[in-house]
């Protein structure tokens, strides 16, 4: 009995994946195309913003171009996700490509770290010793970064997926960050008030350190395969204990591949023996009670009445 019970009652909702993703082979193609668009924006402009930060002696100019070089990362990323988690799972990487993008995230972190504590090392001594920057040309990088980034919004705009909605809102963070570049120019066009420059990349540098320091923390706990969502957990524990036939619940185990594809394991203890057509039925019932949390790899286990679980000393 016992090994029927580790051979027969698996569930795997791969499958049924693969044929709902084939469906949409050409939104992905549609995906990628916006990202695409994008990511070339992005990066023709962060160089234009470093060259022109340089020249018009801004520090919240040079500040908002490290913010546009994370974004570039991030975009990049999302770009070549998209294509490389399509590849199937290999030998080597039995769950696909998808934790490659919280390696991503890492470098993407320390880069912008490392940026940050080069910007803020420029603007803080310009606090006692501030100096006027080039008003009119930070008014024209301004005007010119609020049109490149509002355009790579409006590309992102109709995408569906969870990346672009996510790079969306980092582009128009950015449109927002040159409309505060834009108001400052002006101000120091009609008023001597160098400081105003080097407080305001403080400011940008500090929002952006915030949000890294959130980011690797998380993409840490993922990397240590943390439960991505404590909620979550729990609702699948009392979604599976309701089950008729299924008296308790344990080894449980949530973890993600990259923030968004959840993987998710469990052994379930039988309140009775069951023939094989009523474990199929149960089966049947796991994976329609499932479906609804849209988990990307499930595995159950079914342990009889009287079993003793193989796994209590690991």
């Not at 998380?218 to 729990?234: I, M």
Request: net charge negative; charged share 20%; glycine share 8%.
């Amino acid at each position: 009995m016992k090994d029927a019970a580790k051979t027969l009652p698996r569930l795997d909702n791969k499958q049924g994946k693969e044929m709902h993703n084939h469906g949409h082979a050409h939104n992905s193609d549609d995906s990628s195309s916006r990202i695409a668009w994008a990511f070339f924006l992005n990066v023709g402009f962060t160089i234009i913003e470093f060259i022109g930060g340089w020249l018009t002696n801004s520090t919240a100019i040079m500040a908002d171009a490290v913010h546009d070089l994370g974004d570039s990362l991030s975009i990049g990323l999302a770009w070549f996700l998209s294509y490389w988690s399509n590849k199937p799972a290999s030998g080597n990487f039995s769950y696909g490509y998808r934790r490659f993008s919280l390696l991503g995230s890492l470098i993407n972190g320390m880069v912008l770290v490392a940026g940050s504590l080069w910007v803020l090392s420029e603007a803080i001594p310009r606090l006692q010793n501030p100096e006027m920057p080039v008003a009119e040309g930070m008014l024209g990088m301004a005007i010119f970064g609020i049109a490149v980034n509002g355009f790579a919004a409006y590309k992102l705009s109709g995408g569906k997926t969870l990346n672009e909605r996510v790079l969306n809102w980092h582009l128009l963070e950015d449109v927002l960050g040159w409309v505060a570049v834009f108001i400052v120019s002006i101000v120091l066009m009609f008023v001597d008030w160098p400081i105003l420059d080097p407080i305001l990349s403080i400011g940008f540098t500090l929002f952006i350190a915030f949000n890294v320091f959130r980011n690797l923390w998380k993409t840490g706990l993922l990397f240590l395969q943390a439960v991505p969502d404590k909620k979550l957990h729990n609702q699948i524990a009392e979604t599976l204990k309701k089950l008729a036939g299924v008296k308790d619940v344990h080894h449980l185990h949530l973890w993600s591949l990259d923030g968004e594809h959840h993987v998710l394991t469990a052994h379930l203890a039988l309140s009775h023996t069951m023939d094989l057509s009523h474990q199929l039925n149960l089966k049947q019932k796991i994976a329609d009670e499932l479906d609804y949390f849209d988990l990307e790899h499930t595995t159950i286990e079914f342990e009889f009445e009287d079993e003793s679980c193989r796994d209590t000393l690991k």
